[in-house]
C-alpha cells in the first residue's frame, strides 16, 4: 500500500478570533506518495491557508502537519527543504537584476549546494553540473531561448515558468504550486500541465491550488475541495464532477450534465 506522504489531521487554523480553516472538527485528508493533488474552493475558502500550513510557512493552532512523519510546526525551514519540499508563490519571486539562468541557479543553491560545495572545495568543478542542470530545467519549462534575458523582460506567465525551474532545480519529492495558471496564456498553461503530468509520472507528489479548476480537472488524480475552511468534498476528479455537494456549491449547474 502506497505511504501517506502527507498528513493533515485535525487542522484548526484562526486569524482574530476567526476560524479561516477547520470548522468544528478541524481539516484532515491525506496525500498518499505519488498523488497529484488538486486543491479547489470558491474564494476565502482556505486554499491559501491551507498551503501555508502545508508548506510549514504558517503553524496551525491546533492538529497537526506531518510531512514525512515529521510535525512541520516543530521543523525549521532548511529541515523542511531538506525533506524534499518545493513550493511556488502565488506572485512569483524572481531577482530582478540577474538573468533567468542565474535565477535558477540560485534556486539551487537555496538547498545550499553552492556553499557546500565551495566548503569543501568541488566548487570550480560543480559549477559547470550546477549550469547545466539549470539549463535542462529551463528547457523543460520552454525558457531556453530566455537563458541569457534578465527577468525584468519575462510575461507574467514566463515568470511562473521561471518559478517551477527554480524549485525543480532542487529535484523536490514533493512539489507544490500556488495557482500556476494565474496570468498564464492558454498555450503556456498547455506546457505547464504536459510538465505536471510528466511530473507526477515520475513519481514525484504534486499539490496544485488552482481557481482554473478545468485545468485541475483534466490532469489532477485526486481533488480536495474546501467550503468555509472545511471538507466539503474528495475525490477522483470525475467523482468531483459528479458530486452533488460540489456542483451546488461551486461548479455551477452547467457542470451536472
Ligand atoms: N492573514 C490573514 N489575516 C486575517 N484573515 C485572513 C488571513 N489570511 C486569510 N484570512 C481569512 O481566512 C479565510 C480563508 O482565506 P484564504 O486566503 O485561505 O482563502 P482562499 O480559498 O485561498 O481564497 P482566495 O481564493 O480568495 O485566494 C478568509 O476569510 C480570509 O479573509
Redesign the pocket.
Known amino acids: 500500500m502506497t505511504r501517506d506522504l502527507l498528513v493533515v489531521d485535525r487542522v484548526i487554523k484562526r ?2 478570533g ?1 476560524k ?2 477547520g470548522g468544528d472538527d478541524g481539516l484532515s485528508f491525506t496525500v498518499p506518495e505519488g498523488t497529484f493533488l488538486g486543491l479547489i ?10 498551503f501555508n500550513l502545508i508548506s510549514g510557512v504558517l503553524k496551525p493552532d491546533e492538529g497537526k502537519v506531518l510531512l514525512d512523519g515529521v510535525d512541520l510546526a516543530k521543523a525549521r525551514a532548511s529541515e523542511i527543504a531538506a525533506l524534499g519540499l518545493g513550493r511556488t508563490f502565488q506572485t512569483p519571486r524572481a531577482f530582478p537584476s540577474l538573468s533567468v539562468l542565474d535565477n535558477v541557479i540560485v534556486g539551487a543553491d537555496s538547498a545550499g549546494e553552492r556553499v557546500g560545495m565551495a566548503f569543501s572545495g568541488r566548487w570550480r568543478d560543480s559549477e559547470g553540473a550546477l549550469r547545466d542542470k539549470a539549463a535542462a530545467v529551463l528547457a523543460r519549462v520552454g525558457l531556453s531561448e530566455r537563458i541569457n534575458d534578465h527577468v525584468g523582460s519575462l510575461s507574467g506567465g514566463e515568470l511562473r515558468m521561471l518559478e517551477v525551474a527554480r524549485q525543480l532545480v532542487r529535484d523536490p519529492k514533493i512539489l507544490l504550486l500556488d495557482e500556476p495558471t494565474a496570468g498564464v496564456d492558454p498555450s503556456l498553461q498547455s506546457k505547464l500541465s504536459n510538465i505536471l503530468v510528466d511530473l507526477h509520472a515520475e513519481g514525484r507528489t504534486l499539490i496544485v ?1 488552482e ?1 482554473n479548476l478545468h485545468f485541475l480537472l483534466r490532469i489532477a488524480d485526486r481533488v480536495v475541495v ?1 467550503q468555509n ?1 472545511q471538507l466539503l468534498s474528495q475525490g477522483t476528479p470525475a467523482e468531483i464532477k459528479a458530486d452533488e455537494k460540489v456542483i451546488t456549491a461551486y461548479l455551477g449547474a452547467d457542470h451536472a450534465a
Open positions: 486569524f482574530g476567526l479561516a480553516v474552493g470558491p474564494n476565502g475558502a482556505g486554499k491559501s491557508t491551507t491550488v481557481h474546501l475552511g
